[in-house]
């Protein structure tokens, strides 16, 4: 992402401009096609996106450079002993999958779940039962 991507997010919202805030995070960071935009702002769901459009931001500034393509530090996690899941749905964009399997990779006592026919919206029925069992431990 652009080193101004978090910046320019926050001139966004901060001057009202939720929506152009949705698309800016959908096109940079998404990587949606510009000419997808005007269906997409058709949908139901965009009031809901332009009403945390605000929170775009945090995800940049607590992902730092990694969300440049820089790797987490590997030894940072280490002492993160819980028992962590993380899930991704198989029909996610690729970045999901990688980004799952790096964090498997470096949290201590991960587990991982892909969802197969699933995207980053996983249905309550194919979710549900699968995190009732993991807090049941």
Do not use: C
Not at 77 to 86: C, G, K, N, Q
């Amino acid at each position: 992402l652009p080193e101004e991507y978090v910046t320019q997010l926050t001139a966004l919202v901060s001057s009202g401009r939720r929506g152009e805030a949705v698309e800016y995070f959908m096109t940079t960071a998404m990587g949606i096609p510009v000419e997808l935009l005007a269906q997409i702002r058709n949908d139901t769901m965009w009031p809901a996106m332009e009403k945390v459009a605000h929170t775009l931001a945090y995800d940049g500034i607590i992902m730092g450079d990694t969300m440049r393509g820089n790797p987490l530090p590997r030894g940072k996690w280490a002492a993160v002993t819980m028992p962590t899941l993380v899930m991704d749905g198989g029909e996610s964009p690729a970045f999901f999958h990688h980004g799952a399997q790096a964090l498997v990779d470096m949290l201590p006592n991960a587990r991982h779940r892909r969802f197969p026919g699933q995207n980053h919206g996983v249905a309550d029925e194919v979710l549900v039962p699968v995190l009732v069992e993991f807090f049941k431990g």
